[in-house]
Every structure is written in C-alpha cells, then in structure tokens.
Nanobody
Framework: QVQLAESGGGLVQAGGSLRLSCAAS????????MGWFRQAPGKEREFVSA????????DYVDSVKGRFTISRDNAKNTMYLQMNSLKPEDTAVYYC??????????????????????WGQGTQVTVSS
C-alpha cells in the first residue's frame, strides 16, 4: 500500500511562486510513474504534469508549460512541482498520484485519473489577482 502526502500549498499573489511536495511511503516509489492533478471548484480533476520513474521523461498540460517544473528525488521518495509565474486560473486543490503499474510515460495513459491507483489528500493553492 502506498501513502502519498502533499504539502507546500498556500496563498500567493499572481506572478508568485510555490513549490509543492509529495512524500511517498510504502510501495516502491522509484518504479512508478507519478503525476500531479488539480481540481478547481465546480470543475473536474485535470492533469497537470507527470514524470517517469527515473525523472528522464516529463510532460505538462499546455497551460502550465514554461511555468511549472516537475521533478523527483527517488532517494527521498519525494516528488515536487515548482510553480512559477502563477495565475489566478491556477487556483485549485492539487493532488499527487502514483501509477504503480507503470514506470514509463507512454501511450498518454498518464493523462487520465483512472490510470492512477494511489492519491494524496490534496493541497490548496490559491492565487490572488
């Protein structure tokens, strides 16, 4: 069983930065595809970014490309999301997720919530204008 815990959310002004962390325990973190998703009020949970087991492959939703950076430290069982140039439309609860069945980013499966089997509880990010 894998437990995931996000931290690092908060309130920030537009143009500011935050770094989210996702600490994993249990399981074999260094073998999994990991992802970040977000959910704004009244909207469905959406893909933000994903990273392969080694960190060698990453992908982002178009709206965050060039502003967000995903990374992982397998020695610390932790994944990160560095968020720069934040916009009010980035306001959401951010969730980290693990796909324990895959280590590589392929076939676009990592875009979909159904393909992740472990989730954190979420951390709120609020960007004021």
């Amino acid at each position: 069983q894998v437990q995931l815990a996000e931290s690092g959310g908060g309130l920030v002004q537009a143009g500011g930065s935050l770094r989210l962390s996702c600490a994993a325990s249990g399981g074999t973190f260094n073998m999994y595809v990991m992802g970040w998703f977000r959910q704004a009020p009244g909207k469905e949970r959406e893909f933000v970014s994903a990273i392969s087991w080694s960190g060698g492959s990453t992908d982002y939703v178009d709206s965050v490309k060039g502003r967000f950076t995903i990374s992982r430290d397998n020695a610390k069982n932790t994944m990160y999301l560095q968020m720069n140039s934040l916009k009010p439309e980035d306001t959401a609860v951010y969730y980290c997720a693990a796909d324990s069945k895959r280590g590589y980013l392929n076939s676009g499966r990592y875009y979909y919530t159904a393909n992740y089997d472990y989730w954190g509880q979420g951390t709120q990010v609020t960007v004021s204008s």
